[in-house]
């Protein structure tokens, strides 16, 4: 029981209500038999024992209250294992799933982990954390199933673990419907995606061409990707209002991709290529798109997958289709040692994108170059505006804006940083960029860059120790700030 009570401590699910119930189940009859009568503020336990939960359909449906959740709990986190065809549905309100484990298995379609359905059942706050989905796959690659797919509005997907997907079909998908999502997902390690090959490796996909003009508002914060290559877009955008902030992209062969929608935010994420062939940044494609406070190092993709890529538009474009990149704004990014830094009207003519982009504003960024020029505009008829760019290196980025600095660098913590700001001084600063990538206020320091000097207190870039399954880790994790 003091085990019990530890877990429910440290998860912060109970808030010690006297009629709270705590009830066991050791196989799917007596799990079918209990979830039926589960209350707001009680925790069901699935025992520890994996002969009993293989080929199980389990439905975990119920209505928690605010601050009284349901929760479906493995007795000893990651010691409830799922196998064969097992599957599993999450259905109604203020539910929480956490400790569990499916491994090496697989399915014929759908999805190992469902939030909510695509038959109009409802999810709305509802968690699924500290789970993992580990080499889920089927014999044949070309099947098409998701991982975990999110329905509903405003469920969270926290400290989970997802590795070794070989299969067609996106570890974790949003859906859209006709509200907006307010979905989080954070804290997750995504990890170990080979190159599929062909279209349908994205590791998380947010929308669908087809409802890509509505707003999603979903919130993806504080993950890993790590040597996730299942395809050129490892974040695949297909709608509107998506904040992509605060994330780790390490020796991933693709790039964070505004496939479809507008005005999607991609601020303070650390890209790390580590000289992996292939690996990218941003992809920009769509309307009035922020893209700010990034570190991109040792990134080696080109075209579609270089530092950042903004791509020419088809005229009367369908949904699905390439639309022109129209406003947006590019700012206080540092790029170190990438082989293409900026590629500007990328897909020129090919497809029918004969449309250049269109006031696309690129300013106060900080360009460590690779002994390169790293600049391609493709397309003559490019609006873009340049301004107070700072650039570090013997080349010549052949930009007028672009303002040709010595400035030292030093490695720290796997990253490269100034070890002096005064040469990155502007004359002046950007207002809608309040903070750096750190979380760090810019007011009234006029520097280029992700990153400006301050003895406050910074988030954390996410490693190992930080995101994943709480029963994964056996370091502690360093003390992080979140929002």
Not at 47 to 63: A, I, K, P, T, Y
Not at 133 to 141: A, E, F, K, L, M
Not at 236 to 243: F, Y
Request: proline share 3%; aromatic share 8%; hydrophobic share 35%.
């Amino acid at each position: 029981m003091k085990l019990l009570l530890s877990l429910a401590v440290l998860l912060g699910f109970w808030t010690g209500q006297a009629d709270a119930r705590d009830v066991f189940a050791r196989d799917i009859d007596q799990f079918e038999k209990h979830v039926i009568r589960l209350a707001a503020g009680d925790t069901i336990f699935l025992r520890s024992d994996e002969d009993e939960w293989r080929d199980v359909n389990l439905v975990f449906e119920g209505e928690g209250e605010p601050g009284k959740p349901i929760v479906l709990a493995a007795q000893h986190p990651g010691k409830t294992v799922f196998t064969g065809s097992s599957r599993l549905r999450i259905l109604g309100r203020h539910l929480v799933v956490t400790g569990l484990v499916f491994r090496d298995g697989s399915l014929a379609g759908g999805s190992v982990i469902s939030i909510g359905s695509g038959r109009g059942e409802t999810a709305q706050d509802c968690r699924l954390t500290d789970t993992a989905i580990i080499g889920y796959n089927p014999t044949d690659r070309k099947v098409n199933y998701k991982w975990v797919s999110v329905y509903g509005t405003q469920n969270r997907v926290d400290h989970c673990y997802f590795k070794g997907q070989d299969h067609t079909g996106q570890s974790l998908v949003v859906w859209v419907g006709s509200e907006e999502n307010e979905h989080r997902i954070d804290h997750n390690y995504f990890a170990g995606r080979p190159n599929l090959g062909w279209n349908g490796g994205e590791t998380l996909r947010i929308g669908t061409s087809g409802v890509s003009m509505k707003n999603s508002r979903t919130i993806v914060e504080d993950n890993l990707f790590e040597d996730c290559d299942g395809e050129a877009e490892i974040i695949s955008i297909k709608s509107c209002e998506n904040v992509i902030r605060r994330n780790a992209f390490v020796s991933s062969a693709g790039a964070v991709t505004l496939r479809h929608g507008n005005r999607n935010r991609v601020d303070g994420n650390w890209f790390l290529g580590n000289g992996k062939a292939r690996s990218g940044g941003v992809r920009v494609i769509g309307e009035d798109h922020v893209v700010v406070n990034n570190h991109f190092e040792g990134l080696t993709g080109r075209g579609g997958r270089a530092t950042i890529s903004v791509m020419n538009g088809v005229p009367n474009a369908e949904l699905n289709s390439y639309w022109q990149v129209k406003g947006g704004l590019i700012a206080h990014n540092t790029i170190v040692d990438c082989v293409s830094i900026f590629d500007i009207a990328f897909g020129t003519g090919g497809r029918g994108r004969t449309l250049a982009p269109t006031g696309v504003v690129i300013t106060a960024n900080l360009v460590k170059a690779n002994g390169n020029k790293g600049i391609l505009i493709r397309d003559a008829a490019s609006d873009v505006e340049w301004s107070e760019n700072v650039w570090v290196g013997d080349s010549d980025p052949g930009i007028d804006s672009f303002e040709m600095k010595s400035v030292a660098f030093n490695r720290s913590g796997g990253v490269s940083i100034p070890v002096s700001h005064e040469a990155l001084l502007l004359s002046t600063e950007v207002d809608s960029v309040q903070a750096d990538i750190d979380g760090q206020q810019r007011t009234g320091k006029k520097i280029a860059g992700s990153d400006v000097p301050s003895d406050a207190p910074s988030y954390i870039r996410p490693t190992k120790q930080s995101v994943g399954p709480r029963w994964m880790n056996t370091t502690p994790p360093q003390r992080r700030r979140e929002r």
